[in-house]
């Protein structure tokens, strides 16, 4: 089945504890992103990436990091996470081609306390 | 800078009543902009995106530059299309979503 899978779906953690919340996608895209979604805001992109080795900012990025070493996998980084990063986190994957949909995972709901 | 507006958070209707969820965008050149729905427990997914021009579950959309518009409207509301919508536009492989709209479909 073509999915975007994402690890954990859940995690309540410290403030300044790294953590690395992964991404999986099996639909060989080229193209995958990370999204935020805090209420009123819905979602805004923190980092996307092109290919392998390609990545740029969305309007978010402060305080994460994101390395894309293969295809399929587009973890996302805090180093040193702070309350102000609790929200939900979308991992997504598209095609090639600017009008292709996007594929959403199910969401990482991250708590810092 | 770009910027999709939805004006309304939460609209509700009467099942097989006209609805039109609101969406207004901010951009400086050709945009392309997508519809994206999120049912209840579902992940989110493309409803319609402006390109194509296509009629997903009896949802149309219009993209009027004129007005800087992508309404999505829906002649008879489902108690089925009862979730949370998000209008959004894509510039230069970026991606800038609406705030979402809950559209609740009464019986």
């Known amino acids: 089945e073509a999915q975007v899978t994402q690890n954990p779906r859940y995690l309540i953690t410290v403030t300044g504890k790294k953590l690395t919340v992964t991404c999986s996608q099996n639909?060989?895209?080229?193209?995958m992103s990370w999204y935020r979604q805090d209420p009123g805001l819905g979602l805004r992109q923190i980092y996307y990436s092109m290919n392998v080795e390609v990545t740029d900012k969305g309007d978010v990025p402060e305080g994460y990091k994101v390395s894309r070493k293969e295809k399929r996998n587009f973890p996302l980084i805090l180093e040193s996470p702070s309350p102000n990063q609790t929200s939900l986190y979308f991992c997504?994957?598209?095609?090639?081609?600017?009008?292709?949909?996007?594929?959403f995972g199910d969401g990482t709901r991250l708590s810092i306390l | 800078a770009q910027r999709v507006t939805q004006p309304e958070k939460l609209l509700s209707v009467f099942k097989g009543a006209p609805v039109e969820l609101k969406c207004n965008y901010s951009y400086s050149g050709s945009p392309e902009l997508f519809w994206y729905v999120q049912y209840s427990r579902q992940r989110l997914q493309l409803l319609l995106r402006?390109?194509s021009r296509e009629s997903i579950k009896g949802f149309t959309a219009d993209l009027n530059k004129g007005e800087t518009s992508f309404h999505l409207k829906k002649p008879f509301a489902q108690e089925e299309d009862s979730a949370m919508y998000y209008c959004?536009?894509?510039?230069?492989?970026?991606?800038?979503f609406g705030s979402g709209t809950k559209l609740n479909v009464k019986p």
């Open positions: 639909m060989n895209h080229e193209y």
């Open positions: 997504a994957s598209r095609g090639s081609g600017r009008t292709q949909p996007q594929h």
């Open positions: 959004a536009l894509s510039s230069f492989n970026k991606f800038y």
């Open positions: 402006h390109i």
